[in-house]
């Protein structure tokens, strides 16, 4: 397993779509392997391929709060099939993003259709930290930043901000 570099805003790389993914290869499972290892060592509660420059569609998530008891979540494929009518607002953050931070309205709760990693069809219905998580996550795998859920000016702030640092870093 690999600790695998993180792609940072403004990268056009997160604004890619990713593709669905077909039969469960070792090459996915090695995929979901090392977005874990990432995930966890960044830490993160949730990470989409697209963040290590895969344009596949897999996530993971571990939401778990107790320290030293992890809860490894894949999925593969996820659809929201169901949204809330209630919405909800969370302080959300990025690991795309790092250090920035922004309050997202979104569905309280969704119904996810996804596949394991045993190519099962599975579903899930998700509040909470979850459901929160998750919609940031399938956001990604659509080339969507939870940046574009904010005003266009808190938006174009910041990519501003990540721009000029990317161009220092060059120099
Ligand atoms: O680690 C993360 N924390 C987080 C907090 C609130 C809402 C969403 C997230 S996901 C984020 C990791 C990440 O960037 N996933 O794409
Ligand atoms: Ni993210």
């Known amino acids: ?35 874990f290892e990432t995930m966890y060592d960044a830490p993160g509660v949730g990470l989409a391929a697209i ?14 709060k107790e320290e030293g008891v992890r809860d490894a979540k894949v999925f593969i494929n996820p659809e929201i099939i169901w949204s809330s009518e209630e919405m909800r607002v969370y302080d959300e953050g990025c690991l795309s ?37 998750i919609q940031h ?8 930043l939870f940046i574009d859920h904010l005003s266009k000016l808190k938006r174009d702030r910041v990519i501003k901000k990540f721009a000029k640092a990317a161009k220092r870093d060059a120099a």
């Open 51 to 64: 963040q290590i420059g895969v344009a596949k569609r897999v996530v993971t998530i571990d939401t778990s």
């Open 137 to 144: 996550e399938i956001d990604h795998l659509n080339g969507v």
């Open 97 to 133: 993003i790092p250090e920035y931070y922004g309050e997202v309205e979104r569905p309280d709760r969704v119904r996810v259709r996804f596949r394991d990693i045993d190519g099962n069809e599975q579903e899930i219905e998700a509040g909470g930290l979850l459901s929160t998580c």
């Open 1 to 35: 397993m690999t600790i695998r570099p993180l792609v940072i805003l403004p990268d056009p790389v997160l604004r890619r779509a990713s593709d669905p993914v077909g039969p469960i290869t070792a090459e996915i499972r090695t995929l979901v392997a090392d977005m």
